[in-house]
């Protein structure tokens, strides 16, 4: 197949990734746990005007890096605050990635049938696709992966791509901590396992670590984070079970497994290592990690990509090529038209219907109570927040609540009623309510 028609691949497939990412991030809201509470960061970040520390709920809050929040703050900026303008960078990281990925594998194989299949491959896996759509750091920070293994490609033919390769590696570390040195071990794993020693000790190689490491610095070390610290000791903890991402795997990265591990054993037996050693620095020391979640594969999923296309290329003759690449594009269009037409359940509903009640009926000072169930209730609050204008205190005892001389409070239905049986009955006037929420002031 000629180059210059395989290069028609390319727009094909990110015309499609647009289609999926894109229009739907103005609907679903908001989940609570990490969507909002990165939202709300980005929020307070735009309004309060401190772009070096990052805030919620008023306070200070050291657990995360800037880079994220700054991308958060920026795109709303632009586009106004919204669910849309929340979800926006990681569409676009998610986008950039499958972009990057074409020129990866087109720099790495000199194939561009490869190049667009690969890309194909991670447009339709479904948790790249599904964080894509979230306000949270997996995609971006796969995006500065994925840039850094290409311009540390370029670099194995023209050197001074290593030095540029160092920026989006100490961007990742100022995404997502020290699991943005990912890109620097798997450099150097795969310059060991080729026997290409030397080039670890190039000085555009040690102007890259320089780099990578050091614009962290700027914000890890001005002023001192210990906080930070603190917070990854609790992440990185010894792991009781190291192979739990094998059933994740058996479970999400369908229907492209089999490919993967035909393309696994092809790969090993041509020595083309790098996307191997890229999955193996990525999962292996996520698997010893306390916390494991299946998202935290994503960064390897371009890797996967890449192993997957050459398993899927075995089994497609060069006349088929065509017909299959198009027939793969109509299915994916198809599952686009789907997600606009049915759109995934909306989150957040509950305090996205108090939140300007709220906001009407509260001093901008004042704190807001929210009880639900006597559970620490995290998600909520973190939407709550997000969707007000409001900080919040959680409360998990109703005590707390009949003490109050005069607050305004988000309580759930079922402890509404034992509230009611504890205080006078004037002293409780409702506000509104929602599905599953009431808010009303105490006096």
Not at 135 to 153: C, G
Request: aromatic share 14%.
């Amino acid at each position: 197949m000629s180059k210059r028609f395989s290069i028609s691949y390319l727009p094909a497939v990110a015309a499609l990734a647009i289609l999926l990412l894109f229009p739907n991030l103005n609907r679903g809201g908001l989940s609570g746990y990490d969507d909002a509470l990165y939202a709300d960061e980005g929020k307070e970040m735009l309004r309060g005007g401190d772009w070096w520390t990052v805030h919620v709920n008023g306070s200070a809050n050291y657990e995360y890096p800037p880079v994220f929040l700054w991308l958060e703050a920026a795109s709303m900026k632009v586009l106004g605050v919204s669910d849309y303008a929340a979800k926006f960078p990681a569409a676009l990281a998610g986008f950039g990635t499958i972009a990057v990925l074409y020129f990866l594998v087109a720099e790495l194989t000199g194939e561009l049938w490869l190049a667009a299949l690969a890309m194909l491959i991670l447009t339709t896996t479904q948790l790249f696709v599904k964080y894509s759509t979230h306000a949270m750091t997996d995609v971006p920070f796969t995006f500065f992966v994925t840039l850094a293994m290409y311009l540390y490609v370029r670099g194995l033919r023209q050197r001074w791509y290593f030095v540029l390769a160092g920026i989006p590696v100490g961007i990742a570390i100022l995404t997502r901590s020290v699991i943005g040195v990912f890109p620097l071990a798997v450099m150097a794993a795969h310059l060991l396992l080729t026997r290409r020693h030397r080039l670890l000790l190039s000085i555009p190689f040690a102007a890259m670590w320089v780099i990578a490491l050091g614009l962290p610095l700027l914000w890890f070390g001005f002023p001192p984070r210990p906080e930070h610290l603190t917070f990854l000791e609790g992440k990185l903890g010894g792991s009781s079970n190291w192979f739990a991402y094998g059933p994740m795997m058996l479970r999400f990265y369908w229907p492209w497994l089999p490919f993967l591990l035909v393309g696994t054993v092809i790969e090993v037996r041509a020595r083309k290592l790098l996307p191997l050693v890229w999955c193996v620095c990525v999962i292996g020391p996520l698997s010893v990690a306390a916390t494991k979640y299946a998202r935290y594969l994503i960064p390897a999923f371009p890797a996967m990509a890449i192993i997957a296309a050459t398993g899927v290329d075995r089994f497609v003759p060069v006349i088929r090529r065509t017909v299959v690449f198009w027939s793969a594009c109509g299915v994916l269009f198809a599952v686009a038209a789907f997600t606009w037409a049915f759109p995934a359940k909306e989150r957040g509903m509950d305090m996205r219907t108090l939140a300007p009640v709220i906001d009407r009926n509260t001093r901008s000072t004042e704190r807001v109570l929210l009880y639900a169930s006597g559970d620490m209730a995290y998600d909520t609050q973190n939407q709550l927040l997000w969707y007000s204008a409001r900080n919040t205190r959680l409360v998990t005892d109703l005590n707390t609540l009949t003490a109050q001389r005069s607050a305004t409070v988000v309580i759930d239905k079922p402890s509404l009623a034992k509230l009611e049986s504890l205080i006078a009955p004037a002293r409780a006037r409702t506000l509104a309510e929602s599905e599953r929420f009431v808010c009303l002031q105490i006096n």
